[in-house]
């Protein structure tokens, strides 16, 4: 019997992400204006027999979290 | 002296870490498969630049769970020297050997050119050979490599010396916090830079500036 999980990752906030950066300059040329603080993270989805296993495998492997922030959002 | 160069799906540097090695007098060198877990006895590992198991993830993320890294983590425990260059820089701060973690660079592009680095510590294991303030010339080809700890740990890394390199001149390319281009652990026997020694050992090709590093590391071995 497995669970679906998802784990959502961020860069930590005041570290600067260059590649939220990249996405908010790209949208004006696109003409969406007024979008600001722009962060790109990471999701992983993942089928798990023991989702009390979840917080343990974002701090060894799914997440560093000297740079980023982990989210477990569901595992129902 | 014997050295080990790790061989990770992915690496790519790791030939000239052999090559570089191997100009140091009286050293060898050989390779050591990620999947072992033997270190086969040498004397000094060197985790080579690459892009580990396709930088999935994480840059160095799961490299740092393979059969060798844990005999490499158990050997730097031991007081083993142990080298990190760019990817392997990554590896030895995802496996908790070095303090801190390497981040994209802060204008977002890969870099690949020859940077001036200073020399902040000059009495350890991998830069004996070099004189404190000295400039390396050697190349730089990563887009990953900013340089980052949380402020309270990067005022106890300078308080402590472990900051061992700064990019010189102004010529920070990516961003890193106090210009840092390589650190070691609090015990002084593990050591990483973004920088690549190993491309800089036969003037040839510009420098051999890089070649300190590989006989610093046999002089500290003895």
Same mark, same amino acid.
């Given at each position: 019997?497995?669970?679906?999980?998802?784990?959502?990752?961020?860069?930590?906030?005041?570290?600067?992400?260059?590649?939220?950066?990249?996405?908010?300059?790209?949208?004006?040329?696109?003409?969406?204006?007024?979008?600001?603080?722009?962060?790109?993270?990471?999701?992983?989805?993942?089928?798990?027999?023991?989702?009390?296993?979840?917080?343990?495998?974002?701090?060894?492997?799914?997440?560093?979290?000297?740079?980023?922030?982990?989210?477990?959002?569901?595992?129902? | 002296?014997?050295?080990?160069?790790?061989?990770?799906?992915?690496?790519?540097?790791? *030939? +000239?870490?052999?090559?570089? &090695?191997?100009? /140091?007098?009286?050293?060898? !060198? #050989?390779?050591?498969?990620?999947?072992? $877990? %033997?270190?086969?006895?040498?004397?000094?590992?060197?985790?080579?630049?690459?892009?580990?198991?396709?930088?999935?993830?994480?840059?160095?993320?799961?490299?740092?769970?393979?059969?060798?890294?844990?005999?490499?983590?158990?050997?730097?425990?031991?007081?083993?020297?142990?080298?990190?260059?760019?990817?392997?820089?990554?590896?030895?701060?995802?496996?908790?050997?070095?303090?801190?973690?390497?981040?994209?660079? *802060? +204008?977002?592009?890969?870099? &690949?050119?020859? /940077?001036?680095?200073?020399? !902040? #510590?000059?009495?350890?294991?991998?830069? $004996? %050979?070099?004189?404190?303030?000295?400039?390396?010339?050697?190349?730089?080809?990563?887009?990953?490599?900013?340089?980052?700890?949380?402020?309270?740990?990067?005022?106890?890394?300078?308080?402590?010396?472990?900051?061992?390199?700064?990019?010189?001149?102004?010529?920070?390319?990516?961003?890193?916090?106090?210009?840092?281009?390589?650190?070691?652990?609090?015990?002084?026997?593990?050591?990483?830079?973004?920088?690549?020694?190993?491309?800089?050992?036969?003037?040839?090709?510009?420098?051999?500036?890089?070649?300190?590093?590989?006989?610093?590391?046999?002089?500290?071995?003895?």
């Amino acid at each position: 019997m497995t669970t679906r999980a998802r784990v959502l990752i961020r860069p930590k906030a005041g570290i600067l992400d260059p590649q939220g950066v990249a996405v908010e300059q790209a949208l004006p040329a696109l003409g969406f204006s007024g979008a600001a603080n722009v962060h790109v993270g990471r999701l992983v989805e993942l089928d798990i027999e023991d989702p009390s296993q979840l917080k343990s495998m974002c701090e060894k492997l799914l997440a560093n979290p000297l740079i980023e922030d982990y989210e477990i959002l569901d595992a129902s | 002296m014997r050295f080990g160069v790790i061989r990770f799906p992915g690496s790519c540097d790791e *030939v +000239d870490a052999v090559l570089a &090695c191997e100009r /140091v007098p009286g050293a060898s !060198a #050989q390779l050591l498969w990620h999947g072992d $877990a %033997d270190l086969h006895g040498v004397d000094a590992v060197v985790v080579p630049g690459g892009f580990s198991y396709g930088d999935y993830l994480r840059v160095g993320a799961i490299a740092r769970f393979s059969p060798v890294m844990e005999s490499v983590i158990r050997f730097s425990q031991e007081g083993g020297i142990v080298l990190g260059i760019c990817n392997g820089f990554q590896v030895l701060c995802e496996a908790g050997l070095l303090p801190g973690a390497l981040l994209p660079n *802060v +204008d977002r592009r890969f870099i &690949c050119r020859q /940077v001036n680095v200073e020399v !902040a #510590q000059a009495t350890m294991p991998f830069t $004996a %050979d070099c004189a404190a303030g000295e400039l390396l010339s050697i190349p730089v080809k990563h887009t990953t490599g900013r340089y980052y700890a949380p402020a309270e740990m990067l005022e106890g890394l300078e308080a402590d010396g472990q900051v061992v390199l700064r990019y010189a001149h102004d010529g920070n390319p990516n961003g890193s916090s106090n210009d840092i281009a390589g650190v070691r652990n609090a015990a002084g026997n593990v050591f990483g830079l973004m920088p690549h020694p190993e491309h800089a050992v036969d003037p040839l090709t510009g420098s051999d500036d890089g070649l300190k590093i590989f006989t610093s590391m046999a002089h500290a071995h003895g």
